[in-house]
């Protein structure tokens, strides 16, 4: 039953509320990994995180069962949006992080 119900819910997103969603996970983690690992990960996090958190969110309806002829001509076009909405606020907790560690 959850597995229905996840696919329905990630097929619901559009661009703007997956793009909220994964800009939201993706600052939380960052700040996370951020305050447990060293700052040399940080820029790394930036990138890994949001791209990670877009990528599985966009596939994973597919990954639960739905049909992924449609998804394929459109990965680019909803994956670079959601990982671009991820990676701006992710950096600017790196640069808030360090700012404040630096003082």
């Not at 597995?3 to 939201?24: N, Q, Y």
Request: with cysteine; proline share 5%; hydrophobic share 60%.
């Amino acid at each position: 039953m959850f597995t229905g119900e996840m696919k329905t819910f990630v097929e619901s997103l559009s661009l703007g509320s997956g793009a909220i969603l994964v800009a939201i996970l993706s600052a939380g983690i960052v700040w996370l990994l951020c305050s447990v690992f060293p700052a040399t990960l940080r820029k790394l996090w930036v990138v890994i995180v949001p791209f990670t958190f877009a990528y599985c969110l966009y596939w994973s309806p597919v990954w639960l069962g739905a049909d992924s002829s449609e998804y394929h001509a459109w990965a680019f076009v909803v994956v670079l949006p959601w990982f671009l909405a991820g990676a701006i606020p992710s950096a600017a907790i790196v640069l808030i992080l360090g700012k404040r560690r630096s003082r």
